[in-house]
Structure formats: C-alpha cells, structure tokens
C-alpha cells in the first residue's frame, strides 16, 4: 500500500509499504481523510520522537476494511473514527481513569503507524462508529474531543465572559464549545485576518487583531477582565498574556502546545491575590462521545475551517504549507 512514511527527522517519501494485517482485537480502516496537525509536524521535526521510521496521522476517518479475530459488533464497511490514545487500561493512572496519563500509553500516528497511509491498523476498543456523519465533518472529532476535554477540565460557568487567544482550527473549536457551553460572549484574537472573519461569522462577539492596541481594546470590552482566558496558540508570550486579562477569580485554560523547555514569567501573589485557577489540558480523555453529538447535531460547525485538501501522493506538499504558511491555511487535509 501507499504511504507517507518519516523515515528520520527532516526525511519523508511517500511510498509502498507491506499493508498492516489486523492482530487479534484490530480492525483495518481505509482512509477517507486525515487532518494535519501541529503533533504530525513535531514528529517530523523530531521533536516528538517515539522512533523512526514511523507513518504519522492520527485524525483520521475511514471505513473498516478488514475485522481481526474476536472483534465484536463492528463490520466491514463500516464508517468510523478512532480515538488514536491506546490505554493500558491497568496502570496507576488508568486505574485514576486518568488514561491520557497511561505509563504505557501508545498513540496511533505517533508512537505507532498511523493513517497518512491507504490503511491503517486500529484496536477494536478504540473504534466509534460514526453511521452516516460525512468523513469532512468527522475527521474534526479528534480535535473537537480535545476541546471538549480541556473544558471539562476548565469548566466554563453560564455567563462567562470567555478571551480566546488564536483563530486557527483549534481556537475556533474552543470557541463554539465554549459558547455552548454556558459563555455568555465569547473574545478571540488573532494575527491572521481571514481567521477573524470567520471567527465572527461563527459567533465571536469580537474578533480582533493580535498585536499593538490589543490590550486596550480587550479591556474596553471586559473593563474587569474575562472569567476565562484560553490560549490557543502555543506561543510562550500569549500564553504569558493570559494572565493580564483574567478577571479576579477567573480561570487560565493553557490549551495550545508550547515548546517543552519554555518558561513564562507570572506573578504568585497574583494567582493568590486574585483567586485565579490555572488549568493544563493533554490531548483527550475518554471524550469522543461529545465530540460526536456536537458535531452530529451542528451545534459546532467545521466545514470553513478546512481551507486546503492534498491527495496521499502530494503528502510532502501538504507539510511543506503547513511548515511555511506561506499562504493562510486553516485544517489542512489529506485524501486517499
Ligand atoms: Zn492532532
Ligand atoms: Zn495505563
């Protein structure tokens, strides 16, 4: 079969490789489409480095092809979803229901091969089904899964005034959930204009540029700061800003991925002073399901954040934008 293989750092070829056969309990999904993401980026830069070579993607839709031994209740042909986290399932933080935690966690796409290929190998245990969703609207679940974790761990309250630092594909997920919900408005920013409009279009009550004059203009809308910050961004001094714009009492939500060894600087005695919670959020936990019936309901809407689609064959192209931006991108995804 064909497939996009990283074979060290830096080194991709798109090319045959012997098609994964279903050990007892995995299914074989065909791929229909696979979103890039910023995780597929770091592993080919090395920086998330679980060994070579390895076939990332890890949101990814398809149908089931093939049905390994003692694999109940799912059929070829079925239309599905995985949830790329695998879980021991019996470790210390398994055991806590902590399975994003798992001290022998495995991830489709990252630490095994993944769905930037015409098949992939999934456990049963990890596959949803997702009937009839179209594959464009789907292939968001694992994303949108995410968001729905981070905010049962942050846990917006009815009425909230919600900042969201970053209008990419992730900010603009947060931002629909969030409103949903309970947020009463909902804030964001970004650098990149195309993502402002759509952010209104998709119900910011303001979408504003990063940059000089932010501050200003945040605090004019929310003269005593936002019940919740969220960065989306993963820059290291956003993050830092969400800080100065949480109101007393209010909630941080760091959602965006910063680089592993950065440091922001932040006041103690304000974090005391204030009463302010600050939240991490890894990847999911068990969150699919609402995932599914957010989108299956139209409650979050997906189909303007795809801005660009690349067949397997022009994989390297797809990175090489996702890597430059030498154009505005939102999801970028990628077809048989
Ligand atoms: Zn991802
Ligand atoms: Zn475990």
């Known amino acids: 079969m064909k497939a996009a293989v990283i074979d060290a750092p830096g080194k991709l070829a798109v090319r045959d490789v012997p098609s994964p056969v279903p050990a007892p309990g995995e299914v074989i999904v065909s791929l229909a ?3 890039l993401c910023g995780t597929d980026l770091h592993i080919f830069a090395g920086e998330l480095n ?5 076939i990332a993607g890890h949101e990814v839709v398809g149908t089931i092809a093939e049905i390994g031994e003692g694999v109940f209740d799912l059929d070829v042909g079925m239309r599905v979803a995985f949830d790329p986290n695998i879980a021991c399932g019996s470790c210390h ?6 399975f994003n935690h798992c001290l022998h966690w495995e991830g489709i796409g990252v630490t095994r091969d993944g769905g930037f290929a015409e098949r992939v190998a999934v456990p049963a245990s990890v596959i949803y089904p997702i009937g009839n969703m179209p594959f464009d609207q789907a292939v968001f679940i694992e994303p949108l899964s995410c968001v729905v974790y981070g905010l049962q761990r942050a846990t ?4 909230d005034k919600v900042l969201i630092l970053g209008a990419g594909p992730i900010g603009l997920l947060l931002m629909q959930s969030v409103r949903r919900a309970g947020a009463a408005s909902v ?7 195309d993502r402002l409009d759509l952010a209104s279009r998709l119900g910011a009550e303001a979408a504003m540029q990063a940059g000089d004059g932010q501050r200003d203009a945040l605090f004019d809308l929310a003269p005593y700061g936002y019940d919740m910050v969220i960065d989306a961004t993963g820059a290291p001094a956003v993050a830092a800003s969400a800080f100065d714009y949480v ?3 209010g909630k941080v939500l760091l959602f965006g991925v910063c680089p592993e060894d950065a440091t922001i600087p932040f006041s103690p005695f304000k974090i005391y002073r204030h009463d302010i919670s600050v939240y991490g959020s890894f990847a999911l936990n068990k969150s699919f399901g609402p995932a599914i019936e957010l989108l299956k309901s139209g409650a979050v809407q997906v189909g303007d954040l795809i801005s660009h689609r690349f067949s397997l064959d022009r994989f390297p192209a797809a990175l090489e934008l996702a890597l430059s931006r030498s154009e505005p991108t939102m999801k970028i995804l990628i077809e048989p």
């Open 33 to 35: 489409l696979g979103g």
């Open 50 to 54: 679980y060994g070579y070579p390895i």
């Open 93 to 98: 933080y398994c055991q806590k229901m902590r």
């Open 156 to 159: 917006p309250s009815l009425g």
């Open 187 to 193: 804030v964001i920013t970004d650098v990149q204009r």
């Open 247 to 249: 109101t007393r009492g």
